[in-house]
């Protein structure tokens, strides 16, 4: 990352003048993250209309305008309309997450000019201003600090560290550099300023900013495709050339037996149709969007569908540290008034360690960790209203202690916390002792703990000195800091480990400190690697590092996108979890995305797929378990739709070669295979989860949603009903010796078969006798519903009409369910067939 081209602008003390700002606004522009507008919404809706199920539906829907059907043509018009509506739902995630890194911008920045603070827009702030911060204000643009007193930010957004960074000032403006790299002199955009006041000049602002870079790393970063979508098309594909080929077929075939070219044409479009699964998104759409109102309720929000599926795919779930394992916020775990072998404090030494602790904080505060010592100190009473301080000695980089004098009954005291080697020295110890001080920190360090001392010093009357250096404290005693590891999380991750998904942490945070929450949560922490080691390593060098690695610190966001990248390239399933700007890219490119929803950033949460409305990296576990049964009960459900095709590509082109006339025209197939099919798919989605499902591993990304056995079966299902089907006609035939008699039992057939094959497809795992007593009310409703369906059309004389229907009579009825019947018992007979069978399909009753 090259920070060397963003110089700075000579500042004067008196800031910029108006004429200067105008100027340069004008040359570098706003302080915005000026991106491209929305795509436009025409490109979504031809990319729809590009499909090869939609182009056949127009096509058709063109024929009957030509051959003058309106009424067909409106109703195949209706069916285009329904597939684009749904195709259009999800659009502009991408423009969202980008206006949500705009949004992050301070509305208002202060700034001297022409030698006055004033307050301006922030999106007026150019380089070479001078800002003026204090506690509370977000940071309007990247700027280094040339005057400060006590000035701590909080950069967690950027570098995913919890706790608040110290800054130095420089006497004359410098070159920026990155953050995350110890004391610098750099502030950075939307970061926060938690403590202490400083100016600064303005370095760079808009997208050449920090959150600025990320915004340009996201908007070129390009969203996976899931395995399902791909072999989804691959297989509409497949069905569409072979769709062509009948299509001709049946044309010539027609039109040079009977010399009838537009019935031929008719006959060869409805094959086609038949043939393609148009229902297909219509089936997706439904099956997925009840998955995800269902994840809603487990507190797992679903932003992209298609996510849902691949999750149960998952094998390398990459997470952040900060508000994911951890609760992102300070907490004092460990406090000892033994220091260096020797007890520390008074008569009470941890009621005065407390006691000292909180009056060493300012009374308010942001910095998390002054919020958790003052939390510590105070107990039960820890919001008390504050004691004022008479004086404050700021923390400074010559000396990291900061303290208060306190005027109490007994005299002045002055409370102070810092660094452990800083507060011995004031106390005046030996060498011997800060050896001992010091194996005793390193001990602390290697569980990556924070350590602050804490001391006083007693004046009595005496007037509180100007310095703090010389002032001779007594060390009290040592507090240790961690941002604690959220409950539920080592459970979680064992879950994932049992299901053959792979933890890795990849954070900004220490090394120590990312080793340290690994071990914590069981993650495997005997190698890690740091950004500037990831740096140093070729793309081949860096895969051969994940095989073994699942540590990563110290990382920036482009090496997290990298790090994600070359996951996929080794054919991995990733998942990616963060909650701050700097894990967006990677949330963007991942195949899922899994924000936190409670103190996630918006950028995070519009990038992502997923979003953990309560933060609870245990609900990820969760929305795993639940892309694992959907993505099985999707395969019964797709199963069913292939076998459903079967028939009716079967009675499309039986009259053909018998020379009957036609028996269904596209109608009769747009209103099978977009209303009746998708509703019977309802009862798959309904159906419990395999209980075993998470002692499995993650399939594979390269594993066929439909294999060959899969498909056998759905054929010969789907032949089972051809059978019954076209029984029913010659049945129909042969009873009332006309068409239309026989066109409404083979059409009741068919919506019968359905029927069946559901039956069929739930006794594949559960056994034919447990899928009736295992409960899905979806089921019975489906049952219910289709019959509902089909006795109104045959009952409203407009709808027969349109479907060229007769009405079903008595011993009609008696025939259909008849031959239904026949049909469950011949499916029972293949279960108990392919359950005995050497190396049969083991169906189960």
């Known amino acids: ?64 305008v030509v051959f003058g059907d309106l009424t067909e043509a409106l109703i195949l018009g209706a069916s285009v309309v329904l597939v684009v509506v749904i195709s259009l739902v999800q659009e502009r995630r991408t423009e969202r997450a980008l206006q949500a890194l705009k949004d992050l911008s301070s509305p208002l920045a202060s700034v001297r000019r022409d030698g006055r603070a004033v ?38 957004l950027l570098t995913g560290e919890s706790v608040a960074v110290r800054k130095r000032a420089v006497p004359a403006p410098v070159p920026l550099g990155p953050p995350g790299e110890g004391i610098t002199p750099f502030v950075y955009a939307s970061t926060l300023v938690v403590s202490g006041r400083a100016e600064a000049v303005v370095g760079a602002t808009g997208a050449r900013t920090e959150v600025g870079r990320i915004g340009r790393a996201l908007e070129t970063v390009s969203t996976a495709e899931s395995p399902l979508n ?46 393609l699964p148009e229902e297909f998104p219509v089936v997706m759409a439904v099956f997925l969007a009840l998955g995800a109102y269902r994840m809603t309720r487990e507190k797992v929000l679903v932003r992209r569908l298609a996510a849902l599926e691949t999750l149960g795919a998952a094998t390398v779930l990459c997470s952040d540290k900060t508000g994911t394992l951890t609760e992102n916020r300070m907490k004092v775990v460990e406090f000892t008034t033994t220091v260096a072998g020797q007890q520390r404090g008074g008569d009470d030494p941890l009621a005065e360690l407390r006691e000292i602790a909180a009056l060493a904080c300012p009374p308010e505060s942001f910095d998390a960790m002054d919020q958790a010592t003052v939390e510590f100190g105070r107990g039960a009473s820890a919001h008390a209203p504050p004691r004022r301080p008479v004086r404050e000695y700021p923390l400074t980089p010559e000396l990291p202690v900061m303290a208060f004098a306190h005027s109490t009954p007994g005299g002045l005291v002055i409370a102070a916390k810092g660094a452990p080697e800083a507060v011995a020295t004031l106390a005046g110890w030996d060498v011997a002792a800060r050896r001992a001080l010091d194996a005793q920190v390193h001990g602390f360090a290697e569980r990556g703990l924070r350590l602050l001392a804490v ?28 941002d604690p590891l959220r409950a539920g999380v080592p459970e979680a991750v064992a879950e994932c480990r049992r299901a053959g998904v792979r933890v890795m942490l990849i954070t900004g945070d220490h090394p120590s400190t990312a080793v340290a929450i690994a071990r914590q949560a069981g993650i495997d922490a005997d190698r890690f690697l740091t950004g500037a080691q990831l740096e140093s390593l070729d793309d081949a060098s860096l895969r051969a590092a994940l095989a073994e690695t699942e540590v990563f610190a110290r990382v920036a966001p482009l090496h997290k996108l990298r790090l994600v990248e070359a996951l996929q390239a080794m054919g991995e399933v990733v998942a990616m979890t963060g909650d701050g700007v700097n894990d967006a890219p990677a ?39 639940a892309g694992r049964r959907i993505y099985g009960n999707l395969q019964k459900s797709l199963g069913f739709v292939l076998a459903v095709h079967v028939p009716i590509a079967g009675m499309a082109v039986l009259p053909v070669f018998l020379g009957w006339p036609m028996l269904f025209t596209p109608v009769h197939i747009v209103f099978l295979e977009l209303i009746i099919d998708p509703a019977c798919s309802i009862a798959f989605e309904m159906e419990p989860g395999d209980p075993r499902a998470m002692e499995r591993p993650p399939r594979s990304p390269r594993a066929r949603l439909m294999g060959w056995k899969e498909i056998a079966r759905s054929l010969g299902e789907g032949v089972a009903v051809f059978a ?33 094959l559901i039956v069929a497809n739930r006794a594949h795992t559960s056994g034919l006798l447990r899928s009736f007593r295992t409960p899905n009310p979806a089921f019975w409703a489906v049952v219910a519903g289709a019959i509902g369906v089909l006795a109104l059309v045959l009952a409203v004389p407009a709808l027969r009409g349109i479907f060229h229907f007769g009405p079903l009579h008595l011993d009609d009825l008696a025939i259909s369910a008849g031959l239904t019947m026949a049909l469950v018992l011949g499916l029972i007979l293949a279960v108990r067939i392919g359950a005995t069978a050497p190396g049969a399909i083991r169906w189960r009753l």
């Open 1 to 64: 990352m090259e920070f060397a081209s963003r110089q700075m602008v000579p500042a004067t003390p008196q800031g910029l003048a108006s004429d200067e700002v105008r100027n340069l606004l004008a040359q570098v522009g706003p302080n915005t993250l000026g991106v491209d507008g929305q795509a436009a919404w025409w490109r979504t809706l031809l990319g729809v209309v590009r499909e090869p199920m939609v182009l056949m539906l127009l096509v058709c829907a063109g024929v009957y």
């Open 119 to 156: 307050r301006v827009k922030a999106s007026e702030v150019v380089p070479g201003d001078v800002l003026l911060l204090q506690e509370g204000d977000r940071v309007a643009a990247d700027a280094v600090v040339v005057s400060a007193t006590g000035l701590k930010i909080n950069e967690s």
């Open 230 to 275: 791909r072999q989804l098309s691959g297989l509409v594909r497949a069905l569409f050339a072979a769709a062509i080929l009948f299509c001709i077929t049946v044309l010539l075939v027609y039109g040079l037996a009977r010399a009838d070219w537009k019935g031929g044409l008719l006959a060869g479009l409805t094959l086609a149709i038949s043939l």
């Open 455 to 482: 001391g006083r010093a007693d004046l009595g009357s005496a007037a509180a000195p100007e310095q703090l250096g010389r002032v001779h404290l007594r060390f009290l005693g040592l507090l240790a800091f961690a």
């Open 587 to 625: 949330l963007r490119a991942s195949h899922i995305g899994v924000a936190m929803g409670g103190r996630g950033t918006d950028v995070a949460r519009e990038a992502a797929d997923l979003v953990v409305l309560d933060d609870n990296f245990v609900s990820i576990v969760g929305a795993i378990r």
């Open 724 to 756: 019954v089907v076209a029984l029913g006609f010659w049945i129909g035939q042969q009873k009332h010796g006309g068409m239309t008699d026989a066109r409404t039992l083979a059409f009741s057939g068919l919506i019968m078969g359905n029927l069946g």
